[in-house]
T-cell receptor
Framework: EPEVTQTPSHQVTQMGQEVILRCVPI?????FYWYRQILGQKVEFLVS????????KSEIFDDQFSVERPDGSNFTLKIRSTKLEDSAMYFC?????????FGPGTRLTVT | SQQGEEDPQALSIQEGENATMNCSYK?????LQWYRQNSGRGLVHLIL?????REKHSGRLRVTLDTSKKSSSLLITASRAADTASYFC???????????FGQGTRLTINP
């Protein structure tokens, strides 16, 4: 069964550094998403992406964040200058219609 | 704001018993989805129920939706130790793609 994959599974970075989180959505899906989950808290929506542009974003998704679909298979989330509060589990999801399928997540630790 | 809120926050039952989790939300929705998350892992899609549906089944799962009360329930029948996980409901508002998650119910199945 097709699934969303994410790399790396765990990323440790220093405050102020740039990180790129990578995702490979399910191949016939057209809608892509990023969510995050701070430890012990709810899963929060960051951004949705369709037809090579952002279709919706949350207040969390400020100028420090960007997304890109650099080729036909990858979908990336870049955080330009990481802060301690960016430490969280980041989930990529994709959908063809209404069901959103999530990847296993990247645990980002900012020190 | 639209939110899915699960009840109870934690539930502990014996293997073989049925587990019922509830979710409430605040605004009109297109769909409501239930997800499972094992500790520190990704979100596994369980079932989607549309706003014009009242009940849906998938294996040992039964989901109901009452749009007049803005609530949903997830019933897991004949529970197994492997069902131990956190369960989340997520709603999407009309005209929006983002999912809004609740805090989740932590389900423990005791052997």
């Amino acid at each position: 069964e097709p699934e969303v994959t994410q790399t790396p599974s765990h990323q440790v970075t220093q405050m102020g550094q740039e990180v790129i989180l990578r995702c490979v959505p399910i191949s016939n899906h057209l809608y892509f998403y990023w969510y995050r989950q701070i430890l012990g808290q709810k899963v929060e929506f960051l951004v949705s992406f369709y037809n090579n542009e952002i279709s919706e974003k949350s207040e969390i998704f400020d100028d420090q964040f960007s997304v890109e679909r650099p080729d036909g298979s990858n979908f990336t989330l870049k955080i330009r200058s990481t802060k301690l509060e960016d430490s969280a589990m980041y989930f990529c999801a994709s959908s063809a219609e209404d069901e959103q399928y999530f990847g296993p997540g990247t645990r980002l630790t900012v020190t | 704001s639209q939110q899915g809120e699960e009840d109870p926050q934690a539930l502990s039952i014996q293997e073989g018993e049925n587990a019922t989790m509830n979710c409430s939300y605040k605004t009109s929705i297109n769909n409501l989805q239930w997800y499972r998350q094992n500790s520190g892992r990704g979100l596994v899609h369980l079932i989607l129920i549309r706003s014009n549906e009242r009940e849906k089944h998938s294996g040992r799962l039964r989901v109901t939706l009452d749009t007049s009360k803005k609530s949903s329930s997830l019933l897991i029948t004949a529970s197994r130790a492997a069902d131990t996980a956190s369960y989340f409901c997520a709603t999407d508002a009309r005209g929006a793609q983002k999912l809004v998650f609740g805090q989740g119910t932590r389900l423990t199945i005791n052997p």
